[in-house]
């Protein structure tokens, strides 16, 4: 006769692996997480490659492996026998648990160590400026679907009004002055509005990328797009 697991008894088993994993590490977790972060970054900054070329989502999965990799071999091997099942289950938690995280280390490194300033990087620029942005958007999508009680305090009802519209920010053009970086962007979005102004969004997002990274910037709608196309409003 064929066992079959229930959903309940799935979940439990989940909790137990992570229970036994964290039970080991204790809260030395969160210091090894930082401590691979800057490990991560410092070698970049050394000459080991270019940092905007992975972006802050491979960044986050070198940080994720390197992290189970090292509280694997220092904290449960060799008695404790953790397969490939009870794997996948750990980095789905640290990714759960530390993807934010380390994203926000990523972004505020970057900007401390002026890794956006090297003359020959304009593209590499452009596209961690982008990462940001994208990064920040879904943030704020995310976080406008929780509940009242998990609902970010740095996020408002209207901001969420809007990123419910909005498919897409797109950097077409950046410019530097004395103070900030001014990026052009073109807003997609789809509204049964003929025309919807994102000023107000676009400046929180700078505000917030601002908070990231520790620089300026005005983020500029220079496009708005209303992929509606039904003529019938």
């Known amino acids: 006769m064929k066992y079959i697991i229930t959903e309940n008894q799935y979940t439990n088993y989940r909790k137990s692996i992570i229970t036994r994993f964290l039970r080991r590490v204790g809260r030395r977790i969160d210091e090894i997480v930082d401590a691979s972060v800057k490990d991560i970054f ?125 498919r897409s920010i797109e950097i077409t053009d950046i410019n530097r002055s004395k103070t900030e970086y001014v990026l052009d962007v073109r807003v997609k979005y789809f509204s049964i509005n003929r025309h919807v102004d994102m000023g107000e969004i676009l400046y929180d997002i700078g505000e917030m990328m601002r908070k990231k990274t520790g620089i300026r910037f005005w983020v500029r709608e220079k496009e708005n797009v209303n992929t509606n196309k039904n003529r019938q409003w």
């Open 42 to 166: 410092n070698g970049f900054s050394k000459g080991e490659g270019h940092l905007e070329e992975m972006g802050p989502d491979e960044f986050t999965s070198r940080v994720i492996n390197d992290v189970f990799e090292y509280v694997y071999e220092s904290y449960i091997e060799p008695d404790v026998e953790f397969g490939g099942e009870e794997r996948d289950i750990m980095m789905d938690y640290l990714f759960i648990r530390y993807e934010q995280h380390i994203k926000d280390m990523y972004y505020s490194l970057m900007g401390q160590n002026n890794i956006t300033e090297s003359e020959d990087k304009g593209r590499n620029k452009q596209q961690f400026f982008q990462d940001l942005i994208n990064d920040i958007l879904n943030y704020i999508k995310v976080g406008c679907d929780k509940s009242y009680d998990e609902f970010p305090q740095d996020i408002s009802f209207d901001m969420c009004d809007d990123a419910e519209l909005i």
